[in-house]
């Protein structure tokens, strides 16, 4: 397995911020493409961030046809990835205190659910699409797009938070993660 990307979704405390800079340092050192650079996606608003090694900003975000769909911009450098393996930091698996934590998996497309106080929650899909340059893409409503940083950005900040990532894993087994501090995402060609 090819790891070329990571992404992170993370909640806004202090604890999950210093635990995925510690892995984030770990993963960066081994292999990373600098054409698929990690993706960082927190909690509070919701951030997409195209992060590479430092000093580097990232890859930029290029909206797609004038929709709210955006892809990182790998100008066709990056390395074929199709598909995301996720790690989750806590959460509870199925959205019940029985059902156990959630466990790694495999998957080409998952959903962020997230929310702003009484609000009703927003979706955001994440995905590497089957065809094209299959650079990994985010769509989902009220984005705005930060050049400077390369960060994509919804929602106001430090009044949300991530309720939970569902999907269908490779295997077409129905995931739902709720609660999760963080979730890493490594894009790799399988």
Known sequence: MTKTQSLVLTGFTALTVGVAIGYAGIKLGAGSDEDRPPIIVRGGSVTFQSAAKNPRPGQPWAKENGQEVYHQDSKGKGRPVNTF???????????????????????????VSYQEGALLPVNYTVEIPATGNQDPTVSGP??????????????????GHILSVK?????????????????????FKR
């Open 142 to 159: 009220g984005i705005t797009n930060d050049t400077t940083t390369n960060t994509l950005t919804a929602g106001t900040h430090g009044q």
């Open 85 to 111: 393996q996720l790690y989750f930091v806590g959460g509870i698996a199925g959205g019940t205190t029985t059902s156990g934590l959630c466990m790694p998996l495999a998957t080409t497309k998952f959903v």
């Open 167 to 187: 999907g269908t894993d490779t295997n077409n087994a129905a995931f739902e993660c709720d609660g999760a501090a963080e979730i890493w995402a490594e894009s």
